[in-house]
């Protein structure tokens, strides 16, 4: 159990025994559908655990930008599946020195910049994203294959041969879904793309598969791709998940700063924001877990014991609080919740399932300090990682 009395506030903490669960999971499943699943940067990138992964044979991962293909080759010490929604010349010569494998959006981005991926120095693997144009995601943010999605090629927009040198195919359509949902996406895929299967070796499934969940059905998930593999023996099965590596491994700390209140709405004022450290609560929008801990008079209290949960505010308790964040964003904030008490500034706040892309879609909007970043580890010891100072926010200004 993790002793938030030891955590500074703010702070990411990742803890390393329930990744290493995740881990298992995967690898599990893995073996057992004979599928490559390799991880998402867009959701995880701390790359001090990467050597946990590779631990238990993770050791490719998929990249979206430049950024993060150089991530791949000089942090995972390997080279990336690469896809963004558009290349430019700027970038593209050094995305080709970090892939293994480049998907191309559109037939006139694959056209323009092929070339550049067959050289003395690359052999690379060059696929196109299609669009299966079945939406299983209902928050429009996050659903790809929304009608007019600029995501991926439809069905209608291909040749009946595919350009020759295309090796593979990539869809990615999927949310946080479960093994029922990518089995709807991939009867469309079969149905409207299947004609192509014979002229690409590999199939990538994109990510979004959500198999460390309580309640996912990996059973049906290996059912699904060991099917699907002895219809094409010959297509190599990529999987690309990246909240299912690091789902419910780790949580935001925080501490109430002030607790307001205006026309009976009581807010209790964070010293973390939602806009800046946690987006996903409101662009989602996602609802935590929240914990909470009353402060004690001793310094040597043991938060771990002393946690228990917030609920949605259900019923008309005295103790319900909005919980806002510090940036001046109006919209800041999250609520309601109702408390077993009151709180009082000093008070430690805890969400839970903040590691998946919340640690990477951070900003300093404000100047908001970025939190800590540490680790739980296997020893029951926690191992910090990073503060974030003053000059962070000054060096990306300048």
């Known amino acids: 159990m993790i002793n938030y009395s030891t955590i500074p506030s703010p702070c990411y903490v990742l803890d390393e025994q329930a990744l290493r669960q995740n881990l298992e999971i995967i690898r599990s499943v893995k073996e057992q ?21 590779h631990e238990y044979g993770f050791c490719l991962s998929t990249a979206s930008s ?25 970038e593209f010569a050094q995305i080709a020195d970090c892939s293994s494998h480049i998907t191309f959006n559109s037939l006139s981005q694959f056209e323009r910049f092929y070339p550049a991926t067959q050289s003395e120095f690359h052999k690379i693997s060059c696929g196109l994203r299609i669009n299966p144009e079945v ?42 879904s479960s093994s029922y949902d990518l089995e709807k996406v991939l009867s469309a895929v ?19 598969h959500l198999m460390t969940r309580k309640d996912y059905d990996r059973q049906h998930l290996i059912a699904i791709l ?18 299912a590596f690091v789902w419910q491994t780790g949580v935001l700390a925080a501490t109430v700063e002030d607790i307001v209140e205006n026309y009976g709405i009581r807010t209790a004022i964070l010293n973390v924001s939602f806009a ?17 801990a009353k402060k004690q008079q001793s310094t040597n209290t043991d938060y771990g014991n002393n946690f228990v949960f917030a609920t949605k505010n259900s019923d008309n308790s005295q103790f319900v609080y909005r919980l806002g964040g510090n940036s001046c964003l109006s919209g ?31 900003t300093m909007f404000n100047g908001v ?5 540490g680790i739980w580890t296997a020893k029951d010891e926690f191992q910090f990682l990073r503060q974030f100072e003053y000059s962070d926010y000054r060096d990306r200004m300048c």
């Not at 559908?33 to 992964?53: D, M, N, S, T």
């Not at 942090?75 to 690469?82: C, D, F, G, L, P």
């Not at 079969?190 to 979004?208: A, D, V």
């Not at 800046?276 to 909470?292: A, I, R, S, T």
Request: some cysteine; aromatic content about 12%.
């Open 135 to 176: 939406s299983v995601v209902d928050t429009d943010l996050y659903n790809p294959a929304s009608k007019g999605s600029r995501l991926g090629i439809i069905a209608a927009n291909l040749p009946e041969k595919l350009p020759q040198n295309i090796e593979g195919l990539h869809f990615h359509a999927l949310c946080e």
């Open 369 to 373: 300090s970025h939190p800590a970043i």
């Open 33 to 53: 559908a004979q599928v490559e699943i390799i991880l998402a940067f867009k959701a995880f990138a701390l790359w001090r655990v990467f050597p946990v992964f």
């Open 66 to 90: 430049l950024s993060e293909a150089r991530l791949a080759v000089e942090k995972m010490q390997s080279k990336a599946h690469t896809y963004a929604p558009v290349y430019s010349d700027s």
């Open 226 to 243: 060991k099917n699907f593999k002895a219809r094409y023996p010959h297509l190599q099965i990529i999987l690309e998940p990246g909240a």
């Open 190 to 208: 079969e149905t409207k793309f299947g004609k192509y299967f014979s002229q690409i070796r590999w199939l990538n499934m994109g990510g979004g």
């Open 276 to 292: 800046c450290n946690m987006p996903d609560c409101l662009e989602m929008p996602y609802q935590p877990e929240v914990l909470y």
């Open 332 to 362: 800041d904030f999250i609520g309601d919740w109702t408390f077993e008490r009151p709180l009082a500034t000093g008070d430690k706040i805890i969400f839970a399932d903040m590691i998946h892309y919340t640690t990477v879609k951070t």
